[in-house]
């Protein structure tokens, strides 16, 4: 897995529309880049309505959020849309970015998993932990300055 101190992988994959996106488009700017195992279950919908809630104040400080699941662009485009997620929901049907930051359980699904990248593209912190609220938590202390 990729740890604290290393440079983020780029990558491009499909968002939830079928757009090729790439992190580096990102560059510049810090992101918090989070791994979900399923979209539309109960956890990774805490999460993501968790990030969704306070994007506004990511927005703020620059900071981008992007979701990332082996769910296809149209699971993505519907999880989206019924919960207004803002941001963008990278479908990485072919587990290859999960596979790239080492973050894929037994099953191909991708672990609750979050890197927090600053704008240079250095993993600045690791979120490994089943309980979304951990994510969101650390994700706010790092970049969220209230």
């Known amino acids: 897995m990729i740890a604290k101190?290393?440079?983020?992988?780029?990558?491009?994959?499909?968002?939830q529309?079928?757009?090729?996106?790439?992190?580096?488009?990102?560059?510049?700017?810090?992101?918090?880049?989070y791994f979900y195992p399923k979209a539309d279950t109960p956890g990774c919908t805490i999460e993501?309505?968790?990030?969704?809630?306070?994007?506004?104040d990511y927005q703020k400080q620059r900071v981008h959020v992007v979701g990332v699941s082996?769910?296809?662009?149209?699971?993505q485009k519907a999880f989206r849309t019924k919960y207004g997620i803002p941001f963008p929901l990278v479908a990485d049907r072919a587990a290859k970015v999960g596979a790239l930051y080492g973050v894929?359980?037994?099953k191909g699904n991708a672990r609750r998993v979050s890197f927090l990248i600053d704008a240079d593209g250095q993993v600045v912190d690791v979120v490994?932990?089943?309980?979304?609220?951990?994510?969101?938590e650390r994700a706010r202390k790092t970049f969220l300055k209230k």
């Open 5 to 15: 101190g290393q440079p983020a992988p780029d990558f491009e994959a499909p968002d």
């Open 17 to 33: 529309d079928g757009t090729p996106f790439r992190l580096s488009s990102l560059r510049g700017n810090p992101v918090v880049l």
């Open 48 to 56: 993501a309505k968790g990030f969704r809630d306070e994007y506004v």
């Open 70 to 75: 082996v769910d296809d662009c149209p699971d």
């Open 104 to 106: 894929l359980g037994p």
């Open 128 to 136: 490994d932990a089943p309980s979304p609220d951990a994510h969101l």
